[in-house]
């Protein structure tokens, strides 16, 4: 599995619930916070959801 960094770009006002859901899953709770991760199958849908909200980078 590959290591990336997933950087919340955009806030989750006004969004569906599903998506804050999401962010609050993924550990994400304020602008501009990032997290380093090990990318899986599971991340990586829930990075699909959001993929407007993040910025993901390859480590």
């Keep these: 599995m590959k290591k990336v960094r997933i950087t919340q770009i ?27 991760v090990e990318l899986n199958p599971a991340l990586a849908g829930m990075v699909e959801a959001v993929k407007h909200l993040l910025k993901v980078e390859e480590i």
């Design 10 to 36: 955009k806030s989750g006002i006004g969004r569906t619930k599903r998506q804050k859901d999401t962010l609050t899953a993924l550990g994400l709770r304020k602008l501009n916070q990032s997290i380093e």
